[in-house]
């Protein structure tokens, strides 16, 4: 028989299971007690859906590897095969500090960018609407993302990082800035999805906060708002900042969308929904 060494995909995968299961404890064992003690309304620990966000949580732990390195290494090669180096590389000189900073703001506006568009552009909103598909918010809902949608958004940021210098394939560092920046918006995107009901007072011009993010994910007509992952700012330059001291009152999307990974995995490449209106999440099936 031939061992696991023989076949390095399945050794990785494994690798990245076991790694998805312990962070999955981690999450729990902070964000759990979290919003039981201070939630904006309380809920079940087993609520509606939550077996349908662990079921994306594990498929958006491995999926996305294999999609997004490929795909960001082309992008990387094409963008510096085109740029001059003096565009790709002008960052690269500047301590690791002022690299990351840079790139946290520059990643910023592309996963801006990216989210805004996969709301106004009805073939990127099919997939985005498995995301706003939740009624219930938990920090778990950070992963209810269907793969096309989660690789479209992050390569947005990434272009913008390979393309400013920030982030390049080669290098004393060639992955580690934009590693650092899709690790950092993730942790934050747990937080701001979490039940609870903290605000950051005059913070919340500065980083996102649950209650800037649980505006974006309403049922109600504000949903073309607040497409920052952390740094308000950029609605606020954008036009599309929205915060009011109120909570909303109910979350979801009026787009029809099967409650079951496997129908949401499958729902936005069926021909039945071939138009939306993607700012209000309404659908015009024909």
């Known amino acids: 028989m031939e061992s696991l060494a023989s ?9 990245e299971g076991a790694r998805s299961c312990i962070w999955l404890a981690i999450m729990f064992a902070v964000f759990a007690p979290l919003e039981h003690f201070f ?3 309380p809920v079940k620990l087993f609520y509606k859906g939550w077996s349908t966000n662990l079921g994306w949580y594990f498929i958006n732990s491995l999926v996305p590897i294999f999609l997004l390195g490929p795909i960001s290494a082309l992008i990387a090669l094409t963008i510096h095969t085109i740029l001059p180096g003096s565009v790709t590389g002008a960052a690269a000189g500047l301590p690791l500090w002022a690299r990351m900073v840079g790139a946290m703001v520059v990643g910023e506006i592309g996963f801006y960018w990216g989210h805004r568009w996969s709301h106004e552009i009805p073939l990127l909103w099919r997939f985005h609407a498995v995301h706003h598909s939740a009624e219930t918010i938990s920090f778990l809902v950070n992963t209810r993302a269907h793969p096309v949608d989660l690789v479209f958004s992050r390569l947005c940021g990434l272009t913008l ?8 394939p080669v290098g004393d560092h060639p992955s580690l800035v934009p590693a650092l920046v899709l690790f950092a918006g993730s942790m934050w995107s747990y937080f701001i999805h979490a039940n ?3 605000r950051l007072g005059p913070f919340e011009e500065v980083l996102s906060s649950p209650a800037f993010h649980h505006w974006h994910h309403t049922y109600e007509d504000h949903k073309d708002h607040n497409y920052a992952t952390m740094l308000p700012v950029m609605d606020r330059i954008f036009g599309t900042f929205y ?5 909303p009152a109910e979350y979801g999307t009026a787009t029809p969308m099967p409650r079951d990974v496997i129908g949401q995995m499958v729902e936005p490449f069926l021909p039945s929904l071939t138009t939306s209106d993607a700012k209000t999440g309404i659908s015009s099936s024909t």
Not at 7 to 13: D, I, T
Not at 161 to 168: E, H, I, R, S, V
Not at 243 to 247: C, G, S, Y
Request: hydrophobic content about 55%; proline content about 7%; cysteine-free.
């Open 7 to 15: 076949h390095p995909q399945v050794v990785r995968l494994l690798m």
């Open 39 to 41: 939630a904006v309304r």
């Open 161 to 168: 990082l390979y393309a400013t210098g920030f982030a390049a």
């Open 196 to 198: 609870l009901r903290w």
């Open 243 to 247: 915060l009011p001291k109120q909570w």
